[in-house]
Each structure stands twice: as structure tokens, then as C-alpha cells.
């Protein structure tokens, strides 16, 4: 596909990181959560006047075309309510858009991932996320099931901070309890050690990764429940399909050593990780803007539907 140079641009906002793309290649992208407190907290915006600080220098960065109108074209999780959905699109004003248009997830990620969206054989796109794990059936252009879950990677560090501080009395800090879960994942048996302070002192422990794999995996539990839940009420001609294909995962979970076999054995079928499954999202949106720009479909769309021309 030739991508068309339009003003207009992609936003992802992700609970770890926000991603801003269009006017040239590639995205860019901030964390999410600066310290001065948070911005997005499960896959929403908490704080719409932090997230157009945020945005609002991206915006400049990216803009190569000039004129009056900037267009914006936002991803949210599939189960976004209609006051979250509202401050999505006021922190994309606030930071000099002029209109806003939000497409769910999911259906940007397997864009951006080159599944063939268009195609009346149903595929299944999960996307473990910071905040959410969002699963949705696609087909003939459009999400025609899906199931969020507000759990994801933030929880599973979350689960290491707490083993840390029960296990060796060390508390650390979430990019050390992230180093973690990035080196260990789901593997029982690899020696790491955990670093931060005891009594404030600086210090360092090794944990058994069995003991913290028994902690992790109620969480983990959490982020397939929405897959399986999807699986089971589906009918059987879409089912059949989905196996056919088989899942795409999405998402920065879906680096998370093991996770891919997880949702293999959780469904029977067979699992692959997209190619750069943090950028898919983005790309995907990115992807979309000049369909959205030519057709001019902005309107069309609203903010409401959530389905895309093929
Ligand atoms: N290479 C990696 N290996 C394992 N985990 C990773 C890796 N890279 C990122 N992660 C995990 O993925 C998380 C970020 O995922 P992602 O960027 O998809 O979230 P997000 O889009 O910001 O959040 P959400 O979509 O839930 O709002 C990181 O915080 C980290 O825990
Ligand atoms: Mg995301």
C-alpha cells in the first residue's frame, strides 16, 4: 500500500507509552507516565491536560504539511465507554486538532500487521498491552466480536514489585521489576537476581523464579480469560475459521517470554506474534489516515462506529 502524505495524524495512546505518527516515517513516541503522575491508567486517559501536554509538542514534531486543519486519528481499547471515549478526544483538541476520529485497537493492530482485514474469513487479533488485554474477532472489514480485559503488563510488574518486597524484604522500582519480567517471563527455573533498597540501603537478592511463577500466573490467568471468553461464544463457522488462520498477537505482552505458548495451550490453536507487535497498533492507524483523508470518512465514521471500509 502507498501511503498517501496527508496533514493528518496517528495517535495510539498506550498506557505505557503514547505514539504519534503520520507526516513522515515512522512514529514517535513518550512514555505515557511522566513523574509528575499519571496521564493514562488502563488503557484510558486519566488526565486529559497532562496527555495534550504530552501530545501537543509530538504534534509540532510530526506535522511536516502545513494548513489550518489537523486531523487525528486515535486508537482506543474495544471496550472504551463513551466519558472515556470524550476524553480521548479532548486531549487530542487541546493539543491543536481539529477533528478527531477513534478506531479500536485491535482492528489497527492486524492493519498494521498486514492481516488481511478485508477478507470474510474471520481472524482473531489479541493485544496484551500495558493496561488491557484486547481481543477482537475481524472480519469484512469490521469487529463483529470482541472482549477486553483492564489487565496487563502493569500488573504483572506490579505482582513482581510485591514477591520482591515479601520475598527478600527489597523494594524495586518498576523498571527493575520490568528488567525482570523481560529476562524471566514465564520461566521457572532461570537464577535472576533482584535489585533495589532494604532499609535504605542499596541492595540485591536472588529469588526463585518457580515461587514467582506461582504468584504471576493468576495474573496471566486474567489477560487469557478475555481470549477464551471470546473462543467460547463464538459460532462454530467463525470458530473454524480463527483455527484456520490461527491467533496474532499484538502488543508489548506479546514479547513476554512464553506468553505466545500460554494462549496456545489456553486454546488449542495455533499462535504467532506479529512482526514489531509494540508498533502495530501505531502503524496500523498510520496506515488507515490516508483512506480516511481521501474518502474523507471522518464524518462518516463519528465517533461511534467502529467499523472500516475496505
Ligand atoms: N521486549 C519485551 N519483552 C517483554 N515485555 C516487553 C518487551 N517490550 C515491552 N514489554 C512489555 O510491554 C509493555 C508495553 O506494552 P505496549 O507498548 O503494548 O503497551 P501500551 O500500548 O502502552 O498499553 P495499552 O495498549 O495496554 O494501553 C511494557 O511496559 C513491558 O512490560
Ligand atoms: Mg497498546
Excluded at 503520520?22 to 491536560?49: L, Y
Excluded at 481539529?98 to 492481516?115: F, Y
Excluded at 472489514?141 to 503488563?153: D, F, L, W, Y
Aim: hydrophobic share 45%.
Amino acid at each position: 500500500m502507498t501511503l498517501l502524505r496527508t496533514p493528518d495524524l496517528a495517535v495510539d495512546l498506550g498506557t505505557a507509552r503514547i505514539r504519534v505518527a503520520g507526516g513522515r516515517a515512522g512514529f514517535c513516541e513518550r512514555p505515557a507516565n511522566p513523574a509528575t503522575g499519571a496521564t493514562m491508567e488502563r488503557g484510558v486517559v486519566v488526565d486529559a491536560s497532562a496527555a495534550s501536554r504530552i501530545l501537543h509538542p509530538m504534534f509540532k514534531e510530526r506535522r511536516r504539511l502545513g494548513g489550518t486543519k489537523m486531523r487525528v486519528l486515535a486508537c482506543a481499547p474495544t471496550d472504551v465507554s463513551p466519558l472515556e471515549r470524550n476524553l480521548v478526544r479532548s486531549c487530542i483538541l487541546e493539543a491543536g486538532a481539529t477533528s478527531v476520529i477513534i478506531v479500536p485497537e485491535p482492528l489497527a493492530a492486524a492493519v498494521g500487521s498486514h492481516v488481511d482485514i478485508g477478507s470474510r474469513y474471520s481472524k482473531l487479533m489479541v493485544d496484551f498491552g500495558d493496561g488491557v488485554t484486547d481481543c477482537a474477532v475481524i472480519s469484512d472489514g469490521r469487529i463483529t466480536a470482541s472482549v477486553a480485559e483492564r489487565t496487563g503488563c502493569a500488573d504483572l510488574r506490579r505482582v513482581i514489585q510485591r514477591f520482591a518486597a515479601d520475598a527478600t524484604g527489597i523494594v524495586i522500582s518498576d523498571s527493575e521489576a520490568d528488567r525482570i519480567l523481560r529476562s524471566l517471563g514465564t520461566d521457572r527455573e532461570k537464577p535472576v537476581m533482584v535489585e533495589g533498597t532494604s532499609r535504605g540501603q542499596r541492595s540485591s537478592a536472588p529469588i526463585r523464579p518457580a515461587n514467582l511463577y506461582a504468584e504471576l500466573w493468576p495474573v496471566m490467568g486474567l489477560m487469557l480469560r478475555p481470549v477464551k471468553t471470546l473462543l467460547e461464544n463464538l459460532d462454530a463457522g467463525k470458530g473454524a475459521e480463527v483455527i484456520e488462520d490461527g491467533i496474532f498477537l499484538t502488543g508489548g505482552g506479546a514479547l513476554i517470554h512464553g506468553m505466545r505458548e500460554a494462549v496456545a495451550a489456553a486454546t488449542g490453536i495455533e499462535t504467532r506474534v506479529v512482526k514489531d507487535p509494540l508498533g502495530a497498533v501505531i502503524r496500523g492507524a498510520c496506515r488507515m489516515l490516508p483512506f480516511a483523508s481521501c474518502l474523507n470518512l471522518w464524518k462518516m465514521w463519528g465517533t461511534h462506529q467502529r467499523t472500516l471500509p475496505v
